[in-house]
Antibody, heavy 117, light 110 residues
């Protein structure tokens, strides 16, 4: 059974940095694209970033380019999102997702990031 | 404002059939497949349909999808109270090298 567990969320001041992580189990981690999707309180879903199985390709939504970095450690079955220069509008639940648009899509439960002074 | 347009809300009574539209363009839905997600209250989203109309195992056949040109639809027949949720469509956009979501549709079962 696929398990995705996010961690690392919390309260951070505007302009600050935070790294969220996702621990995966139940599938061959390096075979799959992984994605971060966020959801601001009471709002819809927003795709944030994606990384190929071997880490060779990465894509970002325009609003986070230059501020967020997606990475993975295939030896530890872990996905990361390093967030810098955080803004109030980055406040959201961040979901780790395996193979977002495919037949084997699976979502974690999310971790809340709050950017506030 | 989302790239993919969905109605904010739809409603129906138990047993009824409802549809949720997802309107895009020739640069997204027009050339790529559509995926639908269901988000039950207080939970993470889950995959409902992929490749326009394919149901993963475990999804009832009451849920069906279709695509025509730059638009797609999700149909739910034999509506049940447990179908009350938010529904999102999504597609890849080649020019953006990004995934776009619809704004989401809240389904209320009256």
């Amino acid at each position: 059974e696929v398990h995705l567990v996010e961690s690392g969320g919390g309260l951070v001041q505007p302009g600050g940095s935070l790294r969220v992580s996702c621990a995966a189990a139940g599938f061959t981690f390096s075979d799959y694209w992984l994605t971060w999707v966020r959801q601001a309180p009471g709002k819809g879903l927003e795709w944030v970033a994606a990384i190929k199985g071997d880490g060779s390709d990465k894509y970002y939504v325009d609003s986070v380019k230059g501020r967020f970095t997606i990475s993975r450690d295939n030896a530890k079955n872990s996905l990361f999102l390093q967030m810098t220069s955080l803004r109030a509008e980055d406040t959201a639940v961040y979901y780790c997702v395996k193979h977002l648009l495919g037949a084997t899509s699976h979502w974690g439960q999310g971790t809340l990031v709050t950017v506030s002074s | 404002q989302s790239v993919l347009t969905q109605p904010p809300s739809v409603s129906g009574t138990p047993g009824q059939r409802v549809t949720i539209s997802c309107s895009g363009s020739s640069s997204n839905i027009g050339i790529n497949t559509v995926t639908w997600f269901q988000q039950l209250p207080g939970t993470a989203p889950k995959l409902l349909l992929h490749s326009n109309d394919q149901r993963p195992s475990g999804v009832p056949d009451r849920f069906s999808g279709s695509k025509s040109g730059p638009s797609a639809s999700l149909a739910i027949s034999g509506l049940q109270s447990e179908d009350e949720a938010d529904y999102y469509c999504a597609a890849w956009v080649d020019s953006l090298k990004a995934v776009v979501f619809g704004g989401g549709t809240k389904l209320t079962v009256l």
